[in-house]
């Protein structure tokens, strides 16, 4: 039990430090929303007033009192997850903005990080079982050249030949437009469709770095003395290469799986960017291009805190894979 | 006679994918009979791991057999793969490993490797529930003195000594008629190793498998074994009863190996190393490789490789010790040479 509790308090301190960091990192910046915003509409060759800086600077609710009680202020407002009106969508709050985005970017990231691990942990298992085969070269190789793809140039290879040249799936966008996002079955499969191609960028640039990392783990495991002697006691070869090879090889891996599921919620900006997907990759480029500094504080803060509550499950998970994690908790 | 174990002309050669191809194990004839306890000793890199897995067929790529064949209760097994080979596993043959922490699955309890174990070579009739797969490995936890509840424990959680005493209960699971010892002590402390050895000897002589007992150690050798066989350089050099192992002639390279142990009750324990260093086993010339570092080398030392030749109560492999034999001998060489 005390495994636990020291996690506990560990993501209590980590959690506590990150919203720190996210209150004082925009407050350290150079410029203000407001310099920001007023400079868009001098740009735009509205001439601005003294007047009009008022009633922006009041319409942001900008900074009022000193950093300490801005700071617990902000505390109070995240945890009831107030994060203001973003800029660039004037008029929805912060989180309904957030919120409509999540579920795109979860359903297209988280789905395709899990098929690129499922699927580049099977590739890497079966490379290292064969090793230095003819399997295992065509596997490796394969793995180098989809490595060596840049994500956004793949993308944009896909939709030049699937979306401009064949016209079978769709250019932009997570659905037709003229839709109303609901759970219809119809719009789904608009849905589905439109999302073939980020899917398929996503998945082919990031499988390699499983392929790889699984190949050496499984190379390294099957040089231990417990397959030796796991063969030297005839065990069937399969036995060998699951649960003797492979299943130690993916301790490592489970970590690192972790670690990108908790970054699927950053999105891909690149790809979501490309496709015009409306996901939180998309939205995090629009807030950055806006300096709309509520939504870009907002979505840090939901990065940072799915990232930090990944770690923890996956910290609590760790120890049914590995029990020599186990021993602490005894201890 | 042949026994049990019949090896002839066995060769291990081991080729990196890059520099100079290895020979580890050279030309080695080696019979044990049913029920025998054989030690092997040798310096580190002489060959006699590589030996016991060549006979347990074990070699892991880059190593691999080169030529030389193997016989276990008269079938063949050099050429076995495979299915076929693992077959011959139950009832057959066995490997104790020396066990730092490795020897183990770190992620299964010792209770799933004897289900692994037994599942793998289960029979038509033989039923392996989980309550019997328990039974079968509590029996053999108390063949080596360990309480049947380490079954629910994890590798971890067990001491260097309990843990080389399951790797053995683990290779007794199969009824093995001979087993390889390879370095079974070597990472334990001296307490346990004697109480290791303790139990390995009393297996063997209530058993009566054949075994082969790997290690540097000559006096832990020494006292468990019926026979001796002394490694240098990938050949055997000297096969001998071990009670007669301090007495009698020698090759001048077992000398050597027992000038380097003291003796405790001595007033001064005057300890001799062997001076030079190991041969590279890449070469492959003639002649005995020992002489460079042999106060006994002699002109025709460098000729020709020496065979084992009677000397005494044993056999040895030197021009010098044995030389009658050997004299007729260097017209068979080139022959040998001329596998390769």
């Not at chain 1, 996002?181 to 899917?199: G, K, M």
């Not at chain 2, 590279?280 to 002489?291: E, N, P, R």
Request: aromatic content about 8%; proline content about 5%.
């Amino acid at each position: 039990m005390r495994y636990v509790t020291r996690k506990v308090v560990l993501f209590v301190l980590t959690f506590w430090a990150a919203l720190t960091l996210n209150f004082a990192l925009p407050r350290l910046m150079p410029g203000s929303p407001l310099d920001a915003a007023l400079g868009n509409l001098q740009a735009n060759g509205v001439q601005v007033t003294n007047a009009m800086r008022d009633a922006m600077a009041a319409q942001l609710g900008g900074a009022e009192g000193n950093w300490l009680s801005q700071y617990f202020s902000y505390l109070g407002n995240t945890l009831r997850l107030n994060f203001g009106t973003s800029f660039s969508f004037p008029t929805q709050t912060v989180s309904h903005t957030i919120l409509q985005a999540l579920p795109w970017t979860v359903c297209l990231v988280g789905v395709t990080t899990i098929i690129a691990f499922v699927l580049g942990t099977l590739l890497g298992v079966y490379a290292g079982w064969r090793r230095g085969t003819a399997a295992d070269s065509t596997v490796t190789l394969g793995a180098t050249l989809f490595s060596a793809f840049p994500p956004f140039w793949f993308g944009m290879l896909l939709l030049y030949v699937f979306a401009f040249k064949f016209q079978i799936f769709a250019s932009q966008g997570g659905y037709s437009p003229g839709l109303t996002p609901n759970l219809s079955l119809s719009f789904l499969s608009d849905a589905v469709q439109h999302s073939i191609l980020p899917a398929v960028t996503l998945t082919v640039t990031s499988l390699s770095g499983w392929v790889f990392g699984m190949r050496n783990n499984m190379i390294n495991t099957l040089g231990e003395d417990y397959v030796t002697f796991a063969e030297a006691n005839g065990l069937r070869s399969r036995t060998i290469a699951l649960l003797y090879a492979a299943r130690n090889a993916m301790l490592p891996n489970i970590t690192a799986f972790g670690l990108s599921l908790g970054a699927v919620v950053g999105g891909s900006v690149l790809v979501e960017g490309i496709f015009g997907y409306p996901g939180l990759g998309n939205l995090l480029y629009i807030a950055v291009l806006n300096h709309d500094y509520p939504l870009m504080q907002a979505l840090f803060l939901v990065i940072t805190v799915s990232m930090l509550v990944t770690i923890f499950v996956v910290d609590l998970l760790y120890v049914r894979f590995d029990p020599r994690v186990r021993r602490e908790v005894i201890a | 006679m042949r026994g049990l174990v019949s090896a002839r002309g066995v060769n291990v050669v081991y080729e990196p994918n890059r520099g100079a191809r290895i020979w580890s194990v050279r030309d080695v004839d080696l019979d044990l009979a049913e029920g025998e306890f054989v030690g092997l000793v040798g310096e580190s890199g002489c060959g006699k791991s590589t030996l016991g897995f060549a006979l347990t067929r074990l070699l892991q790529p880059p190593g691999r057999l080169d030529g030389g064949s193997i016989s276990f209760d008269g079938t063949d097994i050099a050429s076995l793969s495979g299915e076929q080979l693992r077959a011959q596993r139950r009832n057959g043959f066995a490997l104790v490993l020396q066990s730092g922490m490795n020897a183990l699955n770190p992620v299964r309890t010792i209770g799933h490797h004897f289900g692994d174990i037994l599942k793998a070579h289960a029979r038509d009739g033989d039923d392996y529930t989980r309550a019997s797969i328990r039974r079968r490995g509590g029996d053999l936890l108390e063949q080596v003195e360990l309480k049947a509840e380490v079954l629910d424990r994890y590798p971890h959680e067990l001491s260097g000594g309990m843990r080389q005493r399951v790797v053995i209960a683990l290779a007794l699971a199969l009824e093995p008629r001979f087993i390889v010892f390879d370095e079974p002590t070597t990472a334990l402390d001296v307490m346990v190793q004697k109480a290791v050895m303790n139990t390995i000897k009393s297996l063997q002589a209530s058993q009566r498998f054949t075994a082969l007992l790997i290690s540097h150690d000559l006096g832990t050798v020494l006292e468990a074994t019926d026979r001796l066989l002394v490694m240098y350089a990938g050949r055997i050099i000297e096969d001998k009863p071990s009670a007669e192992v301090l007495t009698g002639v020698h090759h001048p390279y077992t000398d050597a190996l027992l000038g380097c142990y003291g003796d405790p009750r001595a007033e001064v324990v005057q300890l001799h190393g062997i001076p030079g260093m190991p041969p590279d086993l890449s070469t492959t010339g003639g002649g005995c490789l020992y002489a460079d570092r042999c106060a006994l080398a002699r002109n025709g030392c460098r000729d020709s490789v020496p065979q084992l030749a009677p000397a005494g109560s044993g056999r040895v492999a030197c021009f010098v010790r044995a030389p009658a034999p050997n004299a007729r001998s260097k017209s068979a060489d080139p022959q040998t040479e001329g596998q390769r």
